[in-house]
């Protein structure tokens, strides 16, 4: 009775080793794929961030040639962002309609305009 009792636990033991062993193999392709994904994600990142770099030079150009500022554009739109706090601009977006600004403070789009 000893024997046969040993048999069937070192057995119960084997199919438990198995089953982990086959878990750890499982565990180890799905950590190797994450791995790649990873680094695709950081290539990735890396060439966004450089693309990016490049847009704000171009952008940084083109204002400076057309006399903007950039860092007082962006620190005007930063304030803006910080002040709504996702709330709804009222004339914006409930369906109300305001005249569009002309860059040297005038009003454009008015009847007025044509005369």
């Known amino acids: 009775m ?3 009792s040993t048999a069937k636990k070192v057995q119960q033991m084997v199919d438990i080793a198995e089953d982990l062993y086959g878990k750890m193999n499982d565990l180890r392709d799905r950590l190797a794929a994450l791995r790649d994904a990873v680094d695709d994600t950081h290539d990735r990142v ?3 961030e ?3 770099a490049e847009q704000r030079a171009l952008v940084e150009a083109v204002a400076a040639a ?3 500022d950039v860092d007082e554009v962006v620190s005007a739109v ?3 962002d910080d002040g709504s ?5 009222s004339a914006g977006e409930s369906g109300e309609s ?5 860059p040297d403070g005038g009003e454009t789009g008015g009847a ?3 005369a």
Not at 98 to 102: G, S
């Open 2 to 4: 000893g024997l046969g």
């Open 46 to 48: 890396a060439d966004l």
């Open 50 to 52: 450089r693309e990016v």
């Open 78 to 80: 930063e304030t803006a």
């Open 66 to 68: 057309n006399g903007i």
């Open 112 to 114: 007025d305009d044509n």
């Open 98 to 102: 305001t005249p569009a600004e002309a």
């Open 85 to 89: 706090d996702g709330a709804s601009d």
